[in-house]
Antibody, heavy 117, light 107 residues
Framework: EVLLVEAGGGSVQPGGSLRLSCSAS????????MHWVRHAPGKGLVWVSR????????SYADSVRGRFTISRDNAKSTLYLQMDSLRADDTGVYFC???????????WGQGALVTVS | DIQMTQSPPSLSASVGDRVTITCRAS??????LHWYQHKPGNAPKLLIY???TLHTGVPSRFSASGYGTDFTLTISSLQPEDFATYYC?????????FGQGTKVEVK
């Protein structure tokens, strides 16, 4: 069974930093792209970032580029999101998801809440 | 970035109704379009991938079509568990984007 479990959420002041992690199990982690997606209160889903299986192909949404860093440790089957220079509009639940064929996000974690205020 | 525009933003429907949601891309995305269902407090769920392929375990009342810039999600007979927000997502470009969502509410 594919399982994704996020951790590291919390409350932080504007300008602060936070590091999210996503522990994966039930599949060969290094074979898959991985993604971060945010859901802000009362708003829609926003794609944040993605990373390929080797960790050498990375992209970001314009709103986080230069402030957030995605990475992965395939030996630990863990995905990370380092969030720096946090702003109030970064607030939301952050989901990690697995990238399947055609780029679909086929499995999702339950999310980690980040509050910037 | 590729913009994804969903319509309508919300709709009211009854159990048993046929519901159609559309999604338009600002440029061709070929078939790199996926549909998700999201309920408050839960993780999003993949319904349809590659524009028209039903994800494993998704009921057959869900269907979708389209290619290029115009896409449609249809629920043939709305069930109580289908009241949720639905999103399209393009994965054609390096910077992926979601539509703004369509909230399906009880009429």
């Amino acid at each position: 069974e594919v399982l994704l479990v996020e951790a590291g959420g919390g409350s932080v002041q504007p300008g602060g930093s936070l590091r999210l992690s996503c522990s994966a199990s039930g599949f060969t982690f290094s074979d898959y792209w991985m993604h971060w997606v945010r859901h802000a209160p009362g708003k829609g889903l926003v794609w944040v970032s993605r990373i390929n299986g080797d960790g050498n192909d990375i992209s970001y949404a314009d709103s986080v580029r230069g402030r957030f860093t995605i990475s992965r440790d395939n030996a630990k089957s863990t995905l990370y999101l380092q969030m720096d220079s946090l702003r109030a509009d970064d607030t939301g639940v952050y989901f990690c998801s697995r990238g399947g064929t055609s780029g679909r996000n086929d499995y999702w974690g339950q999310g980690a809440l980040v509050t910037v205020s | 970035d590729i913009q994804m525009t969903q319509s309508p933003p919300s709709l009211s429907a009854s159990v048993g109704d046929r519901v159609t949601i559309t999604c338009r891309a600002s440029q061709s995305i070929e078939h790199y379009l996926h549909w998700y269902q999201h309920k408050p407090g839960n993780a999003p769920k993949l319904l349809i991938y590659a524009a028209s392929t039903l994800h494993t375990g998704v009921p057959s009342r869900f269907s979708a079509s389209g290619y290029g810039t115009d896409f449609t999600l249809t629920i043939s007979s709305l069930q109580p568990e289908d009241f949720a927000t639905y999103y399209c997502q393009q994965t054609y470009s390096r910077v992926e984007t979601f539509g703004q969502g369509t909230k399906v509410e009880v009429k």
